[in-house]
């Protein structure tokens, strides 16, 4: 009998994926646990992958000193294997002999039967000698909030004073956060509509359409979602239409649109646009945007191209663009922990120049006197302010005005932090993503 082993070795699977191969955890759980796994193993499995990935560099310092060979020199699987098993011990509820039990049973199953006598010693060896071995993991900050020390030391200099917040942060488990589809339901009603069925939901101190569900659930059960009253979405995403403030008979551009969740919103925002174009270079996310916006009752112009292509949206112009541009991710790491294991120091330099570009692009298709939003879900500053004090320093057509519309979010400057331009609104505070918003308006320029 495989007591609890089948979840283990889906989550060894699925996180030798990310860790070996490089794959996102969201592609890693639906290739090994949501198809082999049934109910509470399928949310076991998922559980062990998600905390493995989110304390793994921790836990991979107290596991170190437990073996002969280097680390690296192990094969991935036992690699995993060790990490769940430790995961289990330090952080799960699992009883001791269970998490040692079936984990060493879930090595048979993934190919490493000969090595269930070296995990049991160090799992038994990690219960003896935790104290000591976790005080040594903790002696580094990288380790203490397990992130890789290259994030940590890149976090500590832009940010040092909120540093071990935000690294901390990112450890936590983020709420599930709806926003109420105002073409269809106010957000008092859906309030009313889920704690009548004993759901419990709070408010936004700033996002107008957000309830934050105090308890997860599995979104697709929720008949809200399937009727398109709601959408899943972070209540600091929902801040970008709020900039944005397209007006009816505009023309407006989401240039990087999948999966289409501020797209959706925008158009729930306003009504009567001129024109709502939604772009991605992915032809399967555009068609994730197309089956969002069906589900929500709305219709956009979708267009599958690189927003870096000057051929894709030749002789257009819009009063109104998003930029969210695609980013390092390290402001929603709670949400995907493998960006800790799969981002790179080299990628935020290479990031950047994407980002200038993508922004200097979409500036040329700006009508004078329109407005662009820039936004990341990053909480680095090259990606942020300073990409951005750098594209304003370059053109004398543009201005900030971030500052000047944040005033009118009740509840904002408390969560957030205004840099030289722009702002940033770091994870965990309020229970929100790390997001950086900067509003850029474009002035006519006297001859």
């Given amino acids: 009998m495989n007591d609890g082993a089948q979840s283990r070795a889906a989550a060894v699977r699925a996180i030798c994926a990310v860790l070996a191969k490089g794959k996102r955890i969201e592609s890693a759980i639906a290739d090994f646990i949501s198809h082999d796994?049934?109910?509470?193993?399928?949310?076991?499995?998922?559980?062990?992958?998600?905390?493995?990935?989110?304390?793994?560099?921790?836990?991979?310092?107290?596991?170190?000193?437990?073996?002969?060979?280097?680390?690296?020199?192990?094969a991935s699987e036992l690699k995993a294997l060790l990490l769940i098993g430790v995961y289990q011990l330090e952080y799960a509820e699992t009883p001791p002999h269970a998490a040692v039990n079936a984990t060493v049973e879930a090595a048979r199953l993934v190919g490493q039967g000969r090595a269930a006598g070296l995990?049991?010693?160090?799992?038994?060896?990690?219960?003896?000698?935790?104290?000591?071995?976790?005080?040594?993991?903790?002696?580094?900050?990288?380790?203490?909030?397990?992130?890789?020390?290259?994030?940590?030391?890149?976090i500590s200099r832009d940010w040092p004073e909120l540093c071990e917040t935000i690294l901390a942060s990112n450890n936590e488990h983020p709420p599930l956060t709806l926003r109420a589809n105002t073409r269809r339901i106010t957000t008092e009603d859906l309030a009313d509509r889920l704690e009548g069925r004993g759901m419990r939901v709070r408010m936004s101190t700033f996002a107008p359409r957000a309830l934050i569900l105090e308890e997860p659930t599995d979104i697709r059960l929720l008949p809200e979602f399937q009727e398109g009253l709601c959408s899943v979405q972070d209540a600091?995403?929902?801040?970008?239409?709020?900039?944005?403030?397209?007006?009816?008979?505009?023309?407006?551009?989401?240039?990087?649109?999948?999966?289409g969740g501020k797209t959706g919103h925008i158009l729930e925002e306003c009504s009567?646009?001129?024109?709502?174009?939604?772009l991605d270079i992915d032809a399967a996310r555009v068609d994730l945007i197309r089956s969002n916006?069906?589900?929500?009752?709305?219709?956009?112009?979708?267009?599958?191209?690189?927003?870096?292509?000057?051929?894709?949206?030749?002789?257009?112009?819009?009063?109104?663009?998003?930029?969210?541009?695609?980013?390092?991710?390290?402001?929603?790491?709670?949400?995907?922990?493998?960006i800790k294991w799969l981002r790179r120091p080299a990628?935020?330099?290479?990031?950047?120049?994407?980002?200038?570009?993508?922004?200097?692009?979409?500036?040329?298709?700006?009508?004078?006197?329109?407005?662009?939003?820039?936004?990341?879900?990053?909480?680095?500053?090259?990606?942020?302010?300073?990409?951005?004090?750098?594209?304003?320093?370059?053109?004398?057509d543009a201005v900030d005005?971030?500052?000047?519309?944040?005033?009118?979010?009740?509840?904002?400057?408390?969560?957030?932090?205004?840099?030289?331009?722009?702002?940033?609104?770091?994870?965990?505070?309020?229970?929100?993503?790390?997001?950086?918003?900067?509003c850029l308006e474009r002035r006519t320029l006297s001859i």
Wanted: charged share 20%; with cysteine; hydrophobic share 45%.
């Fill in 37 to 74: 796994l049934s109910g509470p193993d399928r949310a076991y499995a998922q559980a062990l992958t998600f905390g493995v990935l989110r304390f793994g560099h921790r836990l991979q310092l107290t596991l170190m000193p437990l073996l002969a060979r280097p680390w690296d020199s192990q």
């Fill in 119 to 154: 995990i049991n010693a160090c799992l038994r060896r990690f219960q003896r000698e935790r104290t000591e071995l976790l005080r040594q993991a903790d002696f580094s900050v990288a380790g203490r909030y397990s992130h890789p020390e290259w994030l940590s030391v890149a």
């Fill in 236 to 259: 600091v995403a929902q801040l970008a239409p709020l900039y944005l403030g397209a007006a009816p008979g505009m023309r407006v551009l989401d240039a990087c649109a999948a999966p």
């Fill in 272 to 278: 009567d646009l001129k024109e709502m174009v939604a």
């Fill in 293 to 338: 916006l069906a589900r929500l009752g709305l219709s956009a112009t979708l267009q599958v191209g690189d927003a870096l292509d000057p051929t894709i949206l030749a002789g257009k112009r819009f009063e109104r663009i998003l930029l969210d541009a695609p980013c390092s991710g390290t402001g929603v790491i709670r949400r995907h922990p493998d």
């Fill in 347 to 396: 990628d935020i330099a290479q990031l950047v120049v994407r980002e200038r570009k993508l922004l200097d692009q979409m500036w040329g298709l700006l009508e004078p006197g329109g407005r662009l939003v820039y936004s990341t879900c990053s909480v680095l500053r090259p990606e942020n302010s300073n990409l951005v004090s750098q594209f304003l320093a370059d053109r004398s």
């Fill in 401 to 438: 005005i971030t500052k000047s519309i944040s005033l009118e979010f009740q509840g904002l400057n408390a969560l957030s932090q205004v840099a030289d331009v722009g702002i940033s609104i770091f994870p965990g505070i309020s229970g929100t993503d790390g997001f950086y918003y900067a």
